[in-house]
């Protein structure tokens, strides 16, 4: 009977999987309407990504580090140089070779625009990076291979510490997660596949270490499979210090998003999948999934919105929850969706679709590069 629940299975997830890279390239791709949507209505004529939700109109360097990601996907490489601009002028004073962006900004209570706080977001950080270096690559631009090299470097010096009894790893930001006997991280800010190409980019920088140590703070922060927003390191082991880390939601879902794109054969891939696919288990029979886990009661409350149901996607794609999953995501317009949940649906959503892949060297695969 197991055996038969299981070629039942099995045929449920081929018949529902998304197209894989490159499929049917003699036709022109269907048009990415969400990208689109999400361009017409967040990003601005100069390149801005605009997060409505918040009164001060606000832009953060995730935001952009995302609408470059997206606009080398939908290889638009004039959008893609606007955004950069914007980004390097406004959030990095104009120079990305010196300076980290700042993650915060938009109107202040006097009424001008500005940076409302200079720290940086090592997650935007690295996804700016790893989007520039790769669109080098892509579209044989240089200046853009340098630009990206030069800001991992910056990254590596800025971001990265020395933890004792964990070696090398990404802080989520140049300021501020460092305390007297422990080291507040954030599993999300690690996509293994960014990490495993700043390795192949930079043999000599940090960045095969921080590949270690990212697969064992993946692991080890989530005991059953549940990822945390955030978690604690002692010295010694991960740990929730405070009710907050016992959490898993708007940033732990970016875990099982990026864990479930890696390639196969990425290092790592099957050991990290298989430790998250207890996730499955919080998706309903509509396919929404828990909006906040507690990950070690397992216990959870409230539904996520559909994004989140896009993000399980590639995690789950092989199992039968990927045709609910699919089925909610596809019956919540865009436009009905938040900056955030319709950054997740382009990320899970054109995956999905084939718009991209990684290779197992954490390299882009666009659509269009591969039938070109």
Same mark, same amino acid.
């Given at each position: 009977?197991?055996?038969?629940?299981?070629?039942?299975?099995?045929?449920?997830?081929?018949?529902?999987?998304?197209?894989?890279?490159?499929?049917?390239?003699?036709?022109?791709?269907?048009?990415?309407?969400?990208?689109?949507?999400?361009?017409?209505?967040?990003?601005?004529?100069?390149?801005?990504?605009?997060?409505?939700?918040?009164?001060?109109?606000?832009?953060?360097?995730?935001?952009?580090?995302?609408?470059?990601?997206?606009?080398?996907?939908?290889?638009? @490489? #004039? /959008?893609?140089? =606007?955004?950069? !601009?914007?980004?390097?002028?406004?959030?990095?004073?104009?120079?990305?070779? +010196?300076?980290?962006?700042?993650?915060?900004?938009?109107?202040?209570?006097?009424?001008?625009?500005?940076?409302?706080?200079?720290?940086?977001?090592?997650?935007?950080?690295?996804?700016?990076?790893?989007?520039?270096?790769?669109?080098?690559?892509?579209?044989?631009?240089?200046?853009?291979?340098?630009?990206?090299?030069?800001?991992?470097?910056?990254?590596?010096?800025?971001?990265?510490?020395?933890?004792?009894?964990?070696?090398?790893?990404?802080?989520?930001?140049?300021?501020?997660?460092?305390?007297?006997?422990?080291?507040?991280?954030?599993?999300?800010?690690?996509? @293994? #596949? /960014?990490?495993? =190409?700043?390795? !192949?980019?930079?043999?000599?920088?940090?960045?095969?270490?921080?590949?270690? +140590?990212?697969?064992?703070?993946?692991?080890?922060?989530?005991?059953?499979?549940?990822?945390?927003?955030?978690?604690?390191?002692?010295?010694?082991?991960?740990?929730?210090?405070?009710?907050?880390?016992?959490?898993?939601?708007?940033?732990?879902?970016?875990?099982?998003?990026?864990?479930?794109?890696?390639?196969?054969?990425?290092?790592?891939?099957?050991?990290?999948?298989?430790?998250?696919?207890?996730?499955?288990?919080?998706?309903?029979?509509?396919?929404?999934?828990?909006?906040?886990?507690?990950?070690?009661?397992?216990?959870?409350?409230?539904?996520?919105?559909?994004?989140?149901?896009?993000?399980?996607?590639?995690?789950?794609?092989?199992?039968?929850?990927?045709?609910?999953?699919?089925?909610?995501?596809?019956?919540?317009?865009?436009?009905?969706?938040?900056?955030?949940?319709?950054?997740?649906?382009?990320?899970?959503?054109?995956?999905?679709?084939?718009?991209?892949?990684?290779?197992?060297?954490?390299?882009?695969?666009?659509?269009?590069?591969?039938?070109?």
């Amino acid at each position: 009977m197991r055996k038969l629940f299981a070629l039942i299975g099995l045929a449920v997830a081929l018949a529902v999987s998304g197209p894989a890279l490159g499929a049917d390239c003699g036709q022109q791709p269907a048009a990415w309407e969400r990208w689109q949507n999400f361009r017409s209505g967040l990003i601005s004529p100069e390149g801005r990504v605009i997060d409505y939700s918040d009164e001060r109109h606000i832009t953060t360097s995730e935001g952009q580090s995302y609408a470059l990601f997206f606009a080398l996907v939908d290889n638009d @490489p #004039q /959008l893609f140089r =606007r955004i950069l !601009r914007w980004t390097e002028k406004n959030l990095a004073r104009g120079d990305l070779t +010196s300076y980290l962006p700042a993650w915060l900004w938009g109107r202040k209570p006097g009424g001008e625009w500005g940076v409302l706080d200079d720290n940086s977001a090592s997650d935007a950080d690295l996804w700016i990076a790893y989007t520039l270096i790769e669109a080098g690559r892509l579209w044989r631009q240089h200046s853009y291979s340098a630009l990206g090299s030069l800001l991992l470097q910056r990254i590596a010096r800025e971001e990265v510490a020395e933890l004792p009894g964990l070696g090398a790893m990404l802080l989520p930001g140049k300021h501020g997660f460092a305390h007297d006997g422990y080291w507040k991280l954030n599993p999300s800010y690690l996509p @293994p #596949q /960014l990490v495993v =190409r700043a390795a !192949r980019a930079q043999p000599a920088g940090p960045w095969s270490a921080v590949t270690r +140590s990212a697969e064992r703070l993946l692991i080890d922060s989530a005991p059953k499979g549940l990822a945390p927003d955030w978690t604690s390191w002692t010295g010694k082991r991960f740990e929730a210090r405070t009710d907050e880390e016992r959490i898993g939601s708007y940033d732990a879902i970016r875990v099982y998003l990026w864990v479930g794109m890696l390639h196969d054969d990425a290092p790592g891939a099957q050991r990290l999948k298989r430790h998250f696919m207890p996730v499955e288990h919080h998706v309903d029979p509509n396919g929404r999934l828990d909006e906040e886990i507690d990950i070690y009661r397992e216990t959870a409350h409230g539904k996520g919105p559909a994004g989140f149901s896009a993000a399980l996607l590639p995690l789950l794609s092989a199992t039968p929850a990927s045709a609910a999953l699919r089925a909610y995501l596809h019956s919540a317009p865009s436009g009905s969706l938040g900056y955030y949940s319709q950054v997740l649906a382009l990320f899970g959503g054109g995956w999905d679709e084939g718009r991209y892949r990684y290779g197992a060297d954490g390299a882009l695969l666009p659509r269009w590069e591969k039938c070109r």
